[in-house]
Nanobody, 117 residues
Framework: QVRLVESGGGLVQAGEFLRLSCTAS????????MGWYRQAPGKQRELVAR???????NYSDSVKGRFTVSRDYAKNTVDLQMNSVKPEDTAVYYC???????????WGQGTQVTVSS
């Protein structure tokens, strides 16, 4: 079992920055990829960014160039630096991780990000 706890959400104005952090605990040696999804009201949950155990990153086209995902392997954290935020970035952001060999996926409780125009 892996437990993920997010922090750092809140209300910001368009053009500002925000940093989300997620800390993993439990069977952390089984974690492979970590990352962030988001879900806006009335929309499906979508992948924002992820980072593999080897440090390879992927971003959605909507955040590429503005958001940066990073990982601290010593602290078992994954962060999402959100720069130049836009109102359309408003959503609940969820931290997740994949595990090996079980293949189980774990999720945090979500943190609200609201961007005002």
């Amino acid at each position: 079992q892996v437990r993920l706890v997010e922090s750092g959400g809140g209300l910001v104005q368009a053009g500002e920055f925000l940093r989300l952090s997620c800390t993993a605990s439990g069977v952390i040696f089984s974690i492979t990829t970590m990352g962030w999804y988001r879900q806006a009201p009335g929309k499906q949950r979508e992948l924002v960014a992820r980072i593999t155990r080897g440090g390879v990153t992927n971003y959605s086209d909507s955040v590429k160039g503005r958001f940066t995902v990073s990982r601290d392997y010593a602290k078992n954290t994954v962060d999402l630096q959100m720069n130049s935020v836009k109102p359309e970035d408003t959503a609940v952001y969820y931290c997740y991780c994949d595990t090996y060999p079980s293949g189980n996926q774990y999720w945090g409780q979500g943190t609200q990000v609201t961007v005002s125009s």
